[in-house]
């Protein structure tokens, strides 16, 4: 992976439209593939029949270059922490600051949803095969399903992925997260721990953590996509007006 100022520095006495041309015929004959105007991978041997590798191959080396805090995350993240009732389609990256408009990337397959400020302690590190990569962890991935959960399959998947999760959530090891998370993410994932996954346990971990952080809630619509066509006022204690039914498949 290289970029193009880096191709200028290595050839301090090549014209930017020989370096230019340079790359072009790589891109053509297979040998390079630019995911964005400026950076470029060069293509193992097993990817060539593709023309392209996976995004994961070089998105930490992409998002540095782009100046970027990032992290693997959403269905991805769930897939690697174990969850494996559906394989996702894409592949999903969560990052901070205004949206990335990189089509290449669009037609490889990854998805990018946004967030204000990416909090490194509810990440972790693993080594990828191009390099390192940041992911999200179970908490973390927890409420980004349910923030972006139109984006992954809906909430009675993203429920039941989380199903798949819950072993690993642990709210009490994630202070941070607790004081920085959306409320209302907090307050659905609440909801869904609490109802239709029927975890008393979890539900009441993260409760009582969001009430020790002195947060509060207002109510809010289980969907915010949907009508709210429900006669439930948000009398639970998380405050959530139930206006879709979710539906959690045995995993």
């Not at 290595?10 to 297979?30: C, E, M, Q, S, Y």
């Not at 993260?206 to 439930?232: F, I, W």
Request: glycine residues 8%; contains cysteine.
């Amino acid at each position: 992976m290289t970029t193009l100022i880096e191709l200028k520095q290595a050839f301090p006495d090549a014209k930017n439209g020989h370096i230019a041309t340079a790359i072009k015929r790589l891109v053509l004959a297979g040998e390079v593939f630019s995911p964005c105007n400026g950076f470029y991978v060069k293509i193992p041997v097993a990817y060539k029949l593709h023309g392209k590798v996976p995004p994961f191959f070089y998105i930490d080396e992409l998002m540095k270059y782009l100046k970027r805090p990032y992290y693997v995350g959403l269905l991805s993240a769930a897939s690697v922490l174990g969850a494996g009732h559906q394989r996702a389609m894409r592949d999903y990256v969560v990052a901070s600051g205004a949206r990335l408009h990189l089509p290449r990337l669009k037609k490889a397959a990854l998805e990018f949803a946004y967030r204000s400020e990416i909090i490194d302690s509810a990440t972790f590190v693993r080594n990828g095969e191009g390099g390192t990569i940041r992911f999200s962890n179970a908490a973390l991935t927890a409420f980004d399903l349910v923030r972006f959960h139109s984006i992954c399959g809906g909430l009675s998947n993203v429920a039941t992925v989380i199903a798949e999760l819950k072993e690993q959530l642990d709210f009490n090891q994630s202070p941070e997260l607790l004081r920085k998370i959306g409320i209302v993410d907090a307050q659905r994932l609440g909801y869904l721990l609490e109802y239709p996954l029927e975890d008393k346990r979890l539900a009441d971990m993260l409760y009582e953590g969001l009430k020790g952080c002195g947060r509060r809630m207002t109510v809010r619509l289980l969907d915010q996509h949907s009508p709210a066509n429900t006669l439930d006022s948000g009398s639970n204690r998380w405050k959530i007006m139930p206006n879709v039914e979710v539906e959690v498949e045995d995993v």
